[in-house]
Nanobody, 123 residues
Framework: QVQLVESGGGLVQAGGSLRLSCAASGRTFSSYSMGWFRQAPGKERDFVSA????????YYADSVKGRFTISRDNAKNTVYLQMDSLKPEDTAVYYC????????????????WGQGTQVTVSS
C-alpha cells in the first residue's frame, strides 16, 4: 500500500511558476514509476508527465513539453513537477500517481493516487 500526499498548488498569474510535490509512503519508492495527471472542470483527466523508477526517463504531454519538468528524489520518496510559463489553460486539479514497474501514459495503469491539488492560473 502506498499513500501519496501532494502539495504546492495555488493561484498564480499567467507566465508564473509553481512547483508541485508528491510525497510517498513506504520504503520501496524506487520500485514505482510515477506520473502526474490533471483534470479541469468538465474535462477528461489528462496525462501530464511521467518518470521512470530511476528517474532516468521522463515523458511529457505535448501541451506542457518545454514548460514543465518532472523529477524525483528516491532518497526522499518524493516526485516533483516544476511548472514554468504557466497558462490559463493549465488550470486544473493535479494528481500524482504511482504504479509498480514501468511508466505509462494510461491513467488506468496506476494503482495509487494522491488527493489532488488545485492549480489556478489567472490571465
Amino acid at each position: 500500500q502506498v499513500q501519496l500526499v501532494e502539495s504546492g498548488g495555488g493561484l498564480v498569474q499567467a507566465g508564473g511558476s509553481l512547483r508541485l510535490s508528491c510525497a510517498a509512503s513506504g520504503r520501496t519508492f524506487s520500485s514505482y514509476s510515477m506520473g502526474w495527471f490533471r483534470q479541469a472542470p468538465g474535462k477528461e483527466r489528462d496525462f501530464v508527465s511521467a518518470i521512470s523508477r530511476s528517474g532516468g526517463n521522463t515523458y511529457y504531454a505535448d501541451s506542457v513539453k518545454g514548460r514543465f519538468t518532472i523529477s524525483r528524489d528516491n532518497a526522499k520518496n518524493t516526485v516533483y513537477l516544476q511548472m514554468d510559463s504557466l497558462k490559463p489553460e493549465d488550470t486544473a486539479v493535479y494528481y500524482c500517481a504511482a504504479r509498480k514497474g514501468y511508466s505509462t501514459y494510461d491513467s488506468s495503469g496506476y494503482e495509487y493516487w494522491g488527493q489532488g491539488t488545485q492549480v489556478t492560473v489567472s490571465s
